[in-house]
């Protein structure tokens, strides 16, 4: 049943509810039956009070017909004890008599005392009053008129009376018998109305609110196992009937909710799990890209990869080239030969190809005959459009080899169009925007990576023609001066060779062959000093080699002092800089300082230190400063001491000596 229905189930129902006749309420139904139940309890309450007073009043009544006896009696002794001279109680007994009679007569509710509700007794109290006021008391008048005489008359009468009395105490002791077993009997009727009452709304109450209560914890039970297909049946229209509507219409709604939540779940795990397959994707294709190797075998896997990830039938990656800027085919993947072999290189406005160029990053188009659409958004392009310029034969030729959807995306890197990669289907295939997205992010990071290595190219070309320029200089500064010095020697020599001067041919061989000596040590020294390579903590042992070779070749006195205090290694780079920095330092010292003792200091501290001091012939500063880049060796420490962001200081005077300071500081350190 889906959710439409059955919110449509449980609104009919609700209407049902609604159109049927609405019974008293639960509220309504408590009243009432609290209200028969204590009209019932009342009742029968009343009933046994009502007979407990009917018994006591004929109780009474029994006692008052009893003591007629008693006062019948009581006046024969009266009229005795008159006949004998005493005091006469006759009257007194007899006014007695007459008041027990007219309060059985009457009654006295205050007692109480009344004679029973029955004819027989009322009938026989009548004939007990009859024979006292017409006979029995007549006689006592008259005999206690006779003074003297036996009361015989008012004693022949009084067993009658007396039969009289008893039988109406009977009839009053009977009807008291017969209430007594109604007492008991509505006693009995009380006690059994009380448990079938207490039974009676235990089972209502029961049924009006343990029933439905259990009835909706179940249906509860059941939402929270997430059977959300659970109605309750509505059996009544009371409070509880409106709940289980309003139950199953909040089940309805829920159930719909539910499933347009688990629907939506699903959208989004299955937009989470494409999207998590964009990141490793990109993060794959980001790691792929930053390995090194040459730009074809790096364009070719990520053309595969990216084939792979869009199920592509056929790929091709086409830089542009900066000279004429058309697009040269640099690998290609799945693509017929005929198609590699015509488009080689082609301008970028003949093909689709060649939109992904222009402002637009990307497009995707259906390779079909003119008319049929392209997708893409605001960056597709109609294969129309293409055919109707230059690119009718390169879509002919897709067409041909059976590819009917492309997309091609640009390969960019700092806002400059590279080239562009295609994918080519042979199905209709459209590309969401997410996946136009991760095409155009590929294409950057495609963009970055060659880039990089155009970059890196780039540095390795400045790297050379940096060490080019210090090789040139160094040749200047050594092998070009002394072979200036031999060239004029050489003409100086043949001069006196045609003159025939042989003490000057004598003078100037030996001059020659110091200069050739000489610039055959420079050549070894420069020849060294390029072949030097470091690696991590070899520094010492460079310095201490170079220290030697100086000893070999100079006079001079050499003293080091090298300490490593807390200042971590320097990396192999810039301890092959701070090497050529103190060659060159030890070089001018030996070549034209002519000093006795030089001092080479090494400090590895925070900051690193490089001092070396001679006490030769010295310079004038401002000389040097004023011949700028003419000076070689200075020249080439300055660019080194550059190169490691350190600070180069020269201090001389003439006469003096000369003092080189190379500074490190801890900032421009690199870790070892």
């Not at 003078?507 to 020659?512: A, D, H, S, T």
């Not at 030089?598 to 040097?624: C, H, K, M, W």
Request: aromatic residues 6%; negative net charge.
């Amino acid at each position: 049943m889906t959710p439409s229905s059955d919110f449509a189930t449980a609104s009919a129902v609700s209407s049902d509810a609604q159109e049927a006749p609405f019974p008293k309420r639960l509220s309504t139904r408590i009243v009432v039956l609290s209200t028969v139940a204590l009209a019932l309890v009342l009742a029968m309450i009343s009933g046994t009070l009502w007979l407990s007073w009917q018994l006591e009043g004929g109780g009474a009544a029994i006692n008052d017909a009893g003591s007629l006896r008693m006062r019948a009696n009581a006046v024969a002794i009266a009229l005795w004890e008159a006949r004998t001279g005493q005091p006469s109680q006759v009257d007194a007994q007899m006014r007695q008599l007459d008041d027990t009679l007219r309060e059985l007569r009457d009654g006295d509710p205050a007692r109480p005392l009344f004679l029973p509700s029955d004819a027989g007794i009322h009938a026989q109290f009548e004939r007990v009053a009859t024979a006292w006021n017409q006979t029995l008391k007549p006689a006592a008048l008259n005999d206690l008129a006779v003074s003297g005489g036996e009361p015989l008359k008012y004693i022949g009468l009084l067993p009658g009376f007396v039969d009289e009395a008893n039988q109406l105490v009977s009839l009053i002791e009977r009807e008291n018998a017969r209430k007594t077993a109604w007492l008991r009997i509505s006693q009995v009727a009380l006690a059994a109305l009380s448990c079938v009452g207490t039974m009676a709304i235990v089972y209502l109450l029961y049924q009006w609110f343990v029933a439905p209560v259990q009835r909706l914890q179940d249906g509860l039970a059941r939402i929270e196992a997430r059977e959300f297909d659970t109605r309750l049946p509505v059996e009544t229209y009371d409070e509880f009937g409106h709940l289980t509507q309003g139950f199953n219409r909040m089940v309805a709604e829920l159930q719909a909710l539910y499933q347009d939540l688990a629907e939506r779940v699903d959208a989004k795990t299955a937009q989470l799990a494409a999207q998590n397959r964009e990141l490793a994707t990109l993060y794959e294709m980001a790691a792929f890209l930053n390995t090194p190797g040459p730009a074809e075998s790096l364009c070719h896997d990520f053309l595969t990869r990216v084939m792979r990830e869009f199920d592509a039938d056929g790929g091709t990656v086409r830089v542009v080239s900066p000279d004429d800027g058309n697009l040269h085919l640099l690998v290609s993947e799945g693509m017929p030969e005929s198609i590699t072999r015509a488009e080689q290189c082609m301008p970028a406005a003949d093909c689709a190809c060649g939109g992904a160029t222009a402002e637009a990053p990307v497009i995707f188009g259906l390779m079909a005959p003119p008319g049929m659409r392209a997708a893409g958004g605001e960056i597709g392009e109609s294969v129309e459009s293409i055919e109707s310029g230059h690119g009718g034969a390169f879509t002919q030729r897709c067409l041909k080899a059976g590819f009917v959807s492309v997309a091609v995306s640009a390969i960019v890197a700092q806002n400059e169009t590279l080239g562009t990669f295609s994918l080519h289907f042979r199905r209709e295939r459209e590309i969401p925007p997410s996946g136009v997205q991760l095409l155009q992010t590929l294409g950057r990071h495609l963009g970055v990576a060659l880039m990089n290595r155009r970059l890196v190219a780039l540095g390795r070309q400045l790297a050379v023609s940096e060490e080019r320029n210090l090789v040139a200089q160094g040749l200047h500064d050594s092998i070009a001066q002394g072979l200036s010095f031999l060239k004029m020697q050489v003409h100086l020599l043949d001069g006196a060779a045609q003159q025939g001067d042989l003490d000057e041919i004598r003078e100037i061989v030996p001059l020659l062959a110091g200069g050739v000596e000489e610039s055959y040590d420079d050549v070894r020294e420069l020849l060294l000093n390029f072949r030097t390579k470091l690696g991590p903590g070899k520094l010492r042992l460079a310095v201490e080699d170079t220290v030697a070779r100086f000893r070999r070749q100079s006079d001079a006195e050499l003293t080091l002092d090298y300490r490593d205090e807390d200042g971590p290694p320097l990396p192999p780079d810039q301890q092959l800089q701070v090497l050529f920095v103190l060659q060159e330092a030890l070089s001018n010292a030996r070549k034209h300082a002519e000093a006795l003792h030089v001092q080479v200091s090494v400090v590895n501290a925070r900051d690193f230190r490089l001092t070396v001091e001679d006490d030769g012939v010295g310079y004038d500063p401002a000389d040097i400063a004023s011949r700028g880049e003419s000076h070689v060796g200075f020249h080439i420490m300055h660019e080194r001491a550059r190169r490691l962001a350190a600070v180069l200081t020269l201090q001389s005077a003439p006469g003096r000596g000369a003092r080189v300071e190379l500074v490190l500081p801890a900032a421009s350190r690199m870790a070892a």
